[in-house]
């Protein structure tokens, strides 16, 4: 399907808003929305509730970041209560993880507080108009995940070499001239 030019504009200019309000409410709201999770413990603890436990490196597939950074993160929400490693019995070497009962119980209070901001912010909706709004959104997500899988990785930037300067002789060298 082709859009119009203006409506790609507008499109792109309410999620571009949409965006900016997230991320100017974000800061704000975080205590209120996530309590005492860390900003990155609801990225970890749903695809762990949703998919049980895992491999570290399965988990980071899952949530699309780096090994090492999910290792990071997964340590601190074990440090905090929320997750709980087993020795894997497939490999020792490895571990599961899953999601702990605190975990479990954050996540029901980062639902609920999610759910409540939600409603206040569609209280002048119908359940009509969020259901379409819903059905929608998903459905624009997915497309914007398969375009942006569908285009190829950009090419590096050439940079330009940096002009040398060449480096003054020292003065001892100068003075046998």
Not at 25 to 40: E, K, M, Q, T
Request: aromatic letters at 6%; proline letters at 8%; one cysteine or more.
């Amino acid at each position: 399907m082709q859009l119009t030019r203006e409506t790609a504009e507008r499109l792109t200019a309410g999620v571009s808003h949409l965006v900016r309000t997230v991320k100017h409410l974000g800061h704000r709201v975080a205590a209120d929305l996530y309590g005492d999770l860390p900003s990155f413990g609801w990225a970890i603890l749903v695809p762990l509730e949703q998919g049980g436990e895992q491999r570290c490196s399965a988990l980071a597939d899952r949530v699309g970041v780096d090994v090492s950074v999910t290792s990071r993160q997964v340590a601190a929400l074990e440090r905090a209560g929320y997750v709980q490693r087993r020795p894997d019995p497939l490999d020792g070497r490895a571990s599961l993880i899953s999601v702990s009962a605190d975990g479990v119980a954050a996540l029901g209070r980062t639902r609920d507080a999610r759910s409540q901001w939600v409603a206040d912010a569609l209280s002048d909706w119908t359940e009509d108009e969020a259901r379409q709004f819903t059905a929608l959104l998903e459905k624009f997500a997915a497309g914007l995940d398969r375009a942006g899988r569908q285009r190829p990785p950009p090419s590096p930037v050439a940079v330009p070499p940096t002009p040398r300067t060449p480096f003054p002789a020292p003065r001892h060298q100068e003075n046998r001239r």
